[in-house]
């Protein structure tokens, strides 16, 4: 190897290191693969930025326009209603039929796009014909990505593919010239599916999950045996208290769903409203969890002491730590228990500019230059300080304590009492550290003291415990336990069956930007007037601390509100209404013939050979906008630009390694090892290398990659690379074998209650059955042509 080679194959190992492991995101990775390709010289400058201007990248983000401008005016809306009358409410037939619908719609629609527009539209289907979802939306996934192997356009990996031969000097595929190979997998896989895969699919129970009703929505999500009512009595410490300032919801993890007072009912009340006398509360969460907190407010208070005074004798110091840019604290909440596993530190209070916070800090996802006030034992400081994740840590004078962080805190002696019946239990399984600001400091045992004991210490009867904190959260923890709990609900507040409150089941549409960010941050509340009750997500409900959960794709997600602001819900581009509630307003399918017509006419001028793929996607995209089938912020959303960067910072590094012969040498690998068996075992040992590769590797990348290989490893062979290019162009489209093969994959996770090992169990088979049906028809429509041949006859 030259050295040309080896940097070609070091930018390239590290590149494949940072896809599998997800370190930074892909397109960055494609990004930084365009600067070390030309930083190096390897590739020029133009070389460099070659793919902004691709025929096949500028298509992609075309075909992105034309797909939204069909999906936006109803298409959706008409194919639901074909579907139903053509396929009736028989499994198979209907299983088919939307395979089918999608497979056609994938032929010039992005995949991802055609899983979108249909997903709501299965999922009507699954509630009219009571057949579970489970059963509908991986067929219908997978009949997206069959329909993607047909034509030039279905997906990215043929467009780079039909690119990579005209680059060489190659006759490029034309716009059906997958056809004849991708429609015959695409039948293989629908018959499978229809027929053998159905009994591998996961079946539920379609009376309780399928029909999605309101009463059987809350039935899936867990949420009919985690509601009850609480009442204030007279007397609480509570009265006069916000809901917000009760730690209901903080402390206890439940939603108020309404409140009752006077015989009036407030939907959803206001986090300030004020409780009263006698205000009854409908409440959502788990009552067991409740209970147990409600346990806490038994211990006995002793006596108190400030703690300016008792930190000096106590062996304890306060810290400012600074928290560094590149530490792992970076955009994670603050968890108590976790700060004291590993810098045997707590967390008194975070200051961020001139705000400073100590209640509730992990609700707040931390930021590089957050100064956090540690409590530390002296012994620990030394390695706190040499910690990554901080920049500096100082000592905390008496008066900065004061004057800053208003630190006029007690210590607490609690007594644990003989019966206690909770013995055995940490304090940061409590979660009280975390939502009441109380640490702890020293347990008394046996005669011994404990300073700064482990978090997962367990506290037994008769324990004195020294916690640090407010006197008024130790008022609010005894406030929780006068609650009275009553598990009857009165009719008054039957909100679901008086369709005063009603929920729907939504999940992020694709290129959400809600994807990875705290559902604390996001504040559904404020934004949609709505409450985020339950997510669905690989097959688990997760009903309590959602607030600390980070919203993913895939994850099925029901909102609880008043109908009229559930409605509004599914204007949102950010996310995509699975169950919208009735009454919602039906879609506008005025456009759909014009958009379907706009879309035929790109068609039509390719084939008639008037333009090429890439100018005709561009002016029936602009026409799409000019006749108002979308605005021109809609087009913008409707670009995965994530995808358009991947492509385009990769294609470098194809030209990289075609040049310096680097694609050479690993050709020869191959050939090493299979050529002597000939031709065909070379083609699918290439077909079966990619289609492995596209489980940890973004397909797109994939095809870039593989590409210059093929070409080079057919030019060894003595044949024309156009047999084993559309047998590496199926391979890559055909990503059936996880959910994160594939965003389409990943959309229909949350609402079919799919695990991984679903997609296992049938993406693997179909696989088989692709792979199949491909070898079978590639000497029938791409027989392999030796190189002499094809320069005698010409193109």
Same mark, same amino acid.
């Given at each position: 190897?030259?050295?040309?080679?080896?940097?070609?194959? +070091?930018?390239?190992?590290?590149?494949?290191?940072?896809?599998?492991?997800?370190?930074?995101?892909?397109?960055?990775?494609?990004?930084?693969?365009?600067?070390?390709?030309?930083?190096?010289?390897?590739?020029?400058t133009?070389?460099?930025f070659?793919?902004?201007?691709?025929?096949?990248?500028?298509?992609?983000?075309?075909m992105?326009?034309?797909?939204?401008?069909?999906?936006?005016?109803?298409i959706?809306?008409?194919?639901?209603?074909?579907?139903?009358?053509?396929?009736?409410r028989?499994?198979?037939?209907?299983?088919?039929?939307?395979?089918?619908?999608?497979?056609?719609?994938?032929?010039?629609?992005?995949?991802?796009?055609?899983?979108?527009?249909?997903?709501?539209?299965?999922?009507?289907?699954?509630?009219? +014909?009571?057949?579970?979802p489970?059963?509908?939306?991986?067929?219908?996934?997978?009949?997206?990505?069959?329909?993607?192997?047909?034509?030039?356009?279905?997906?990215?990996?043929?467009?780079?593919?039909?690119?990579?031969?005209?680059?060489?000097?190659?006759?490029?595929?034309?716009?059906?010239?997958?056809?004849g190979?991708?429609? %015959?997998?695409?039948?293989?896989?629908?018959?499978?599916?229809?027929?053998?895969?159905?009994?591998?699919?996961?079946?539920?129970?379609?009376?309780?999950?399928?029909?999605?009703?309101?009463?059987?929505?809350?039935?899936?999500?867990?949420?009919?045996?985690?509601?009850?009512?609480?009442?204030?009595?007279?007397?609480?410490v509570?009265i006069?208290?916000?809901?917000?300032e009760?730690?209901?919801?903080?402390?206890?993890?439940?939603?108020?769903?309404?409140?009752?007072?006077?015989?009036?009912?407030?939907?959803?009340?206001?986090?300030?409203?004020?409780?009263?006398?006698?205000?009854?509360?409908?409440?959502?969460?788990?009552?067991?969890?409740? &209970?147990?907190?409600?346990?806490?407010?038994?211990?006995v208070?002793?006596?108190?002491?400030?703690?300016?005074?008792?930190?000096?004798?106590?062996?304890?110091?306060?810290?400012?730590?600074?928290?560094?840019?590149?530490?792992?604290?970076?955009?994670?909440?603050?968890?108590?228990?976790?700060?004291?596993?590993?810098?045997?530190?707590?967390?008194?209070?975070?200051?961020?500019?001139?705000?400073?916070?100590?209640?509730?800090? %992990?609700?707040?996802?931390?930021?590089?230059?957050?100064?956090?006030?540690?409590?530390?034992?002296?012994?620990?400081?030394?390695?706190?300080?040499?910690?990554?994740?901080?920049?500096?840590?100082?000592?905390?004078?008496?008066?900065?304590?004061?004057?800053?962080?208003?630190?006029?805190?007690?210590?607490?002696?609690?007594?644990?009492?003989?019966?206690w019946?909770?013995?055995?239990?940490?304090?940061?399984?409590?979660?009280?550290?975390?939502?009441?600001?109380?640490?702890?400091?020293?347990?008394?045992?046996?005669?011994?003291? &404990?300073?700064?004991?482990?978090?997962?210490?367990?506290?037994?009867?008769?324990?004195?415990?020294?916690?640090?904190?407010?006197?008024?959260?130790?008022?609010?923890?005894?406030?929780?336990?006068?609650?009275?709990?009553?598990?009857?609900?009165p009719?008054?507040?039957?909100?679901?069956?008086?369709?005063?409150?009603?929920?729907?089941?939504?999940?992020?549409?694709?290129?959400?930007?809600?994807?990875?960010?705290?559902?604390?941050?996001?504040?559904?509340?404020?934004?949609?007037? *709505?409450?985020?009750?339950?997510?669905?997500?690989?097959?688990?409900?997760?009903?309590?601390?959602?607030?600390?959960?980070?919203?993913?794709?895939?994850?099925?997600?029901?909102?609880?509100?008043?109908?009229?602001?559930?409605?509004?819900?599914?204007?949102?581009?950010?996310?995509?209404?699975?169950?919208?509630?009735?009454?919602?307003?039906?879609?506008? +399918?005025?456009?759909?013939?014009?958009?379907?017509?706009?879309?035929?006419?790109?068609?039509?001028?390719?084939?008639? %050979?008037?333009?090429?793929?890439?100018?005709?996607?561009?002016?029936?995209?602009?026409?799409?906008?000019?006749?108002?089938?979308?605005?021109? &912020?809609?087009?913008?959303?409707?670009?995965?630009?994530?995808?358009?960067?991947?492509?385009?910072?990769?294609?470098?590094?194809g030209?990289?390694?075609?040049?310096?012969?680097?694609?050479?040498?690993?050709?020869?690998?191959?050939?090493?090892?299979?050529?002597?068996?000939?031709?065909?075992?070379?083609?699918?040992?290439?077909?079966?290398?990619?289609?492995?590769?596209?489980?940890?590797i973004?397909?797109?990348?994939?095809?870039?990659?593989?590409?210059?290989?093929? *070409?080079?490893?057919?030019?060894?062979?003595?044949?024309?690379?156009?047999?084993?290019?559309m047998?590496?162009?199926?391979?890559?489209?055909?990503?059936?074998?996880?959910?994160?093969?594939?965003?389409?994959?990943?959309?229909?996770? %949350?609402?079919?209650?799919?695990?991984?090992?679903?997609?296992?169990?049938?993406?693997?088979?179909?696989?088989?059955?692709?792979?199949?049906?491909?070898?079978?028809?590639?000497?029938?429509?791409?027989?392999? +042509?030796?190189?002499?041949?094809?320069?005698?006859?010409?193109?």
């Amino acid at each position: 190897m030259n050295p040309d080679q080896i940097i070609v194959l +070091t930018i390239l190992v590290a590149a494949l290191l940072l896809f599998i492991s997800e370190a930074i995101r892909m397109d960055l990775v494609a990004l930084l693969v365009l600067a070390a390709l030309a930083i190096t010289g390897l590739v020029s400058t133009g070389e460099a930025f070659s793919g902004f201007s691709n025929n096949a990248v500028v298509t992609v983000w075309a075909m992105f326009i034309l797909s939204d401008g069909l999906t936006r005016t109803g298409i959706a809306t008409i194919l639901g209603q074909q579907v139903m009358r053509i396929a009736g409410r028989r499994e198979i037939p209907l299983m088919i039929v939307i395979m089918l619908s999608c497979g056609s719609l994938s032929f010039f629609m992005n995949n991802i796009g055609v899983a979108a527009l249909m997903l709501p539209v299965v999922m009507d289907i699954s509630r009219r +014909t009571e057949t579970p979802p489970s059963i509908l939306l991986m067929p219908m996934a997978f009949g997206t990505l069959l329909g993607g192997l047909t034509t030039l356009v279905g997906t990215p990996p043929n467009l780079l593919i039909s690119g990579a031969l005209a680059q060489a000097g190659y006759t490029p595929f034309g716009l059906f010239d997958y056809f004849g190979v991708g429609a %015959g997998a695409m039948v293989a896989g629908i018959l499978f599916i229809a027929l053998v895969g159905r009994l591998i699919l996961p079946r539920k129970d379609p009376t309780a999950k399928s029909q999605r009703s309101q009463r059987n929505l809350r039935a899936q999500y867990g949420l009919q045996e985690s509601t009850f009512v609480l009442t204030v009595p007279r007397g609480s410490v509570l009265i006069g208290k916000s809901l917000a300032e009760s730690r209901l919801g903080a402390a206890a993890g439940l939603l108020v769903m309404a409140l009752e007072r006077n015989g009036q009912v407030e939907t959803l009340p206001a986090r300030t409203t004020v409780l009263r006398p006698g205000d009854r509360l409908l409440v959502q969460g788990r009552i067991a969890r409740f &209970e147990e907190l409600r346990r806490w407010g038994e211990l006995v208070l002793e006596r108190e002491a400030p703690v300016t005074e008792t930190l000096l004798k106590a062996r304890i110091q306060l810290v400012e730590a600074t928290v560094a840019e590149d530490s792992a604290l970076v955009k994670e909440p603050v968890s108590q228990a976790e700060f004291r596993r590993k810098y045997r530190a707590s967390v008194v209070a975070l200051r961020r500019d001139e705000q400073v916070r100590r209640a509730n800090l %992990g609700r707040v996802p931390l930021r590089a230059g957050d100064v956090l006030l540690l409590q530390i034992s002296e012994d620990a400081v030394d390695s706190l300080a040499k910690s990554p994740d901080f920049a500096s840590v100082e000592p905390v004078t008496e008066a900065d304590l004061l004057r800053t962080y208003h630190l006029q805190e007690r210590i607490f002696v609690l007594r644990v009492p003989e019966e206690w019946a909770l013995g055995g239990s940490t304090l940061a399984g409590s979660r009280l550290s975390d939502v009441f600001d109380f640490r702890l400091l020293g347990i008394f045992r046996g005669g011994e003291l &404990e300073m700064m004991p482990d978090p997962e210490a367990e506290i037994c009867a008769g324990d004195l415990l020294l916690i640090q904190g407010q006197p008024e959260d130790l008022d609010l923890l005894r406030g929780l336990r006068e609650l009275e709990i009553g598990q009857v609900i009165p009719r008054t507040l039957e909100l679901f069956e008086s369709d005063r409150l009603a929920m729907v089941e939504a999940t992020l549409a694709p290129q959400s930007p809600l994807a990875g960010q705290l559902v604390s941050d996001v504040n559904f509340r404020e934004k949609y007037g *709505l409450e985020l009750v339950a997510i669905l997500r690989s097959g688990k409900t997760i009903r309590s601390d959602i607030g600390r959960r980070k919203l993913q794709f895939g994850d099925g997600l029901l909102f609880v509100g008043p109908r009229q602001r559930l409605q509004r819900l599914s204007e949102d581009p950010e996310l995509l209404v699975i169950t919208p509630v009735s009454g919602s307003p039906a879609a506008d +399918t005025r456009l759909a013939p014009l958009a379907a017509a706009i879309m035929l006419g790109v068609i039509g001028v390719v084939l008639a %050979g008037l333009l090429p793929i890439s100018v005709a996607a561009v002016a029936g995209a602009a026409i799409m906008v000019l006749t108002g089938c979308l605005s021109m &912020e809609d087009a913008y959303r409707a670009i995965d630009w994530r995808a358009v960067f991947l492509i385009a910072g990769m294609l470098p590094l194809g030209i990289a390694m075609e040049g310096t012969g680097t694609a050479a040498m690993l050709a020869n690998k191959v050939m090493g090892l299979l050529g002597d068996y000939g031709p065909w075992p070379v083609i699918m040992g290439l077909y079966g290398v990619t289609a492995l590769a596209t489980m940890i590797i973004p397909t797109a990348a994939l095809v870039v990659l593989m590409s210059p290989i093929v *070409l080079s490893a057919c030019g060894e062979l003595g044949i024309m690379p156009h047999t084993a290019m559309m047998a590496v162009a199926m391979a890559a489209s055909a990503s059936f074998t996880s959910p994160i093969s594939h965003p389409a994959n990943i959309l229909i996770m %949350g609402p079919g209650g799919y695990r991984f090992a679903d997609y296992i169990k049938l993406g693997v088979p179909l696989t088989l059955i692709v792979f199949g049906a491909v070898m079978l028809l590639l000497p029938v429509f791409w027989p392999l +042509t030796p190189v002499d041949a094809a320069v005698a006859t010409g193109p």
